[in-house]
């Protein structure tokens, strides 16, 4: 299993934009097979704070999701309305 997190920081004032573009990439995102788990949150305290956590059952998976449209398309997109590149964190799941 592969588990993750990705934060981004929207640039002042694109918040919402940031919010929209992240949450379209969320239902295909979650109809890809190999795709476990893919949820978007936001900081409580730090607005414009987003994060993805996502799970895929192997590397295949999100390999074959790091070149689906929708993720090609967040990628382009997103360089406009954040503040430095995207913080990946890759987990290991103990217990």
């Known amino acids: 299993m592969i588990y993750l997190l990705a934060r981004f920081k929207a640039?002042?004032?694109k918040?919402?934009?940031l919010l929209v573009l992240?949450?379209?990439v969320v239902i295909a995102a979650r109809n890809e097979l190999g795709?476990?788990?893919y949820e978007?949150?936001?900081e409580n305290k730090n607005k414009g704070?987003?994060?993805f956590i996502k799970k895929f059952v192997d590397?295949?998976?999100y390999e074959k999701h790091q070149n689906t449209i929708h993720f090609k398309r967040l990628i382009r997109?997103?360089?406009n309305l954040i503040t430095t590149p995207p913080e990946i964190i890759m987990l290991t799941k103990h217990l």
Do not use: K, P, R, Y
């Open 35 to 37: 795709c476990v788990e």
């Open 77 to 79: 997109e997103m360089t």
């Open 11 to 13: 640039q002042s004032g």
């Open 15 to 17: 918040e919402d934009a």
């Open 59 to 61: 590397s295949a998976a």
């Open 49 to 51: 704070h987003f994060i």
């Open 22 to 24: 992240l949450e379209s």
């Open 40 to 42: 978007l949150h936001e």
